[in-house]
């Protein structure tokens, strides 16, 4: 039983109450610290942001209308294992809202059931060694008139697990804004998202403290950054606030994250908040995360730009280009200030700094790290993708051998070569990451640098199931084909055998195929070089490309994709005579010859100056069927318009538009 003695709880001596309560009394104001930050709270987590299935309405209302029927049955409140058994089962959390609202009515239809709910309630919050009983209690406990409510609520909220629900229900019983931002600052892990997603920055020092440190946490950083910085003018923020160098280096990784996380796009007046910060820091530099937000607002605008070039073309981008170019200068040129590298060379030791930060940092200002400051980065963050591609695109060559040999007794090789399969680096989970540092030596590292070496490690690289390391493996070995032995051989007819994926396969076959008597063959396409596609070419007709079962094609593996546009080149000279129409990659590789029915017509329209282009139809993935649609291109017609207007204004610069 429950009681109050002098005002007093009286409570389970064995109960969680109990447990959270003597630790609340002999430390005011602290969280529990026998809880698990990184775990406490993450069944509430995952079902507020939609991380799980959630339950239809219908199914929520079943639930929680079985469990009010439960609480009815209860004939005593000493016997509360039906419900600990339905909770159980049915955790609150993905029903809460049914809960609350179908008890409500319930109370307020039945004044005599509120009597036996406040008596079960009190009984569950107090006693309980089930932590979804508890949950549960706290979701009623508002609306069941339990006493010393506020009291009991302040014991749980220091325990993650239930944090949730006291937030909850101070929210009902009108507990202040203030109180939940005191709440939120002594927070952290999934606590701290559970508080800032009901505080409401209603004062300055409120909502300065949720830009500046909301979503400094362990865990649900991306879900912080929404409700504490995009919830927020920044722009308005920024201009209205003065700065020191420390609180600069506060707000700067704080908008490094929210970069990291969300585009430009996400941000209001994203671009004038940039320029803004921007200003900021070069008139007031702080610390190296004010470096670190430069260049993450640099590499979000050559994002924008690159995603625009590649696919994005019906976004109109070219009214903010000026600004962008503007955006990116400014940017580089804080980059240069030489007082970074002090500030790098300071930090490399402080383990608190992500390494991810000091190799963005060196590679953007050009601080060249030295060999040992290289290694205490690696050795702190092994898995870390940027780390061995700083060392083998600007590493220096002993820091390009630590990491090389570092890798392959560091990383878990057993776990990187497991066998053929078909994960690609856009699916891949984050805790795989191993496979991306692997497949960054295989294809960055040369093979004058590690000649001892080279060839074995990109053998074992064909049993990656990574498939772009397999690949790249395949184009590094292609090189040494001269090289191989017997026991090389062996080892790649045991890839062919047991590989999965057509395309690789094919690529395995030309490491083994006897080539010459194929033709490897380029050709100057420097006058191809402006060339583009223009809406007035006109369409002729599809082809088949002749003769490329003598053609080596080991040269365009992996590197010829349907759509890819090629060059129709005459031949400049043949052994009988002949002028064979070419069929030419934009990087000038031979791949095959127009058939000879189609040989007059085509050189006709050459010969008249005419641009005649082809797009890859369909292929096989051997490249022994080619198919492509013949384009003419409206190029001479630009080029003679183009010298006429030359002609009559003696410069380019002055053509009318």
Known sequence: MVNEINGNLIYNK???????????????????????????????????????????????????????????????????????????????????????????????????????????????????????????????????????????????SIHNEYIFYVVMAYEYIGKNNNYIFQLSKRSKGYGRLFCIRVLQPTTNEIKKWMIEEGSDNDVAVTELIGYSMLSQDLLDYFENTKFDKAEIDKISKSFSMLLSDYGLDDIKDGLKVCCKLLKIIDQCPGGIYSLYSVISILYSIETIIVEYDIEDKSRNLSKYMDTYNDIIKYCKEICKKKMWYEIIKNEVYNIEIESSVLISSAEKTGYKLKKKEFEMILNRDSTNPLIYKYAFSIGNKAIKRYAFNFALKKLPMDKMLCGQDELTIDNLEYDDIEHICFFIIIKYSKYEEFKEEYKEVNLEALRSPLIETRNQAILNLLKLKKEFNSLDEEIINDAINSEIVDNIRIGLNSLITKLDKKEKKYVDVSKYRNFGIHVKDIYLNSIQVTGTNYIDMSEIFDKLLENDTVFLIKESNNLNGEKRIQVVTTQGYVIGYIPKEDNVVLNNLINNGKYIYGSIKEMTNNYEYIKIDLYLSYKDVIDEITTTLSLLSRTKEEYIQ
Do not use: W
């Open 14 to 156: 064995k109960s969680i109450y109990r447990d959270l309560k003597e630790f609340h009394d002999r430390n005011q104001g602290e969280l529990y610290s026998y809880q698990d930050f990184q775990v406490a709270g993450l069944k509430e987590f995952k079902s507020i942001t939609n991380k799980v299935k959630t339950l239809q309405e219908y199914e929520k209302n079943r639930l929680a209308s079985e469990l009010m029927k439960i609480f009815i049955d209860v004939n005593s409140s000493d016997d509360i294992s039906n419900i600990d058994g339905y909770v159980t089962l049915n955790p609150a959390i993905n029903y809460y809202e049914s809960i609350f609202r179908l008890f409500k009515v319930l109370i307020r239809s039945d004044k005599e059931i509120m009597k036996k709910l406040s008596f079960i309630i009190t009984k569950i919050l107090l006693e309980s060694c089930s932590d979804e009983t508890i949950k549960l209690g706290l979701i009623l406990a508002p609306i069941c008139n339990v006493g010393k409510l506020e009291e009991i609520l302040d014991v749980f």
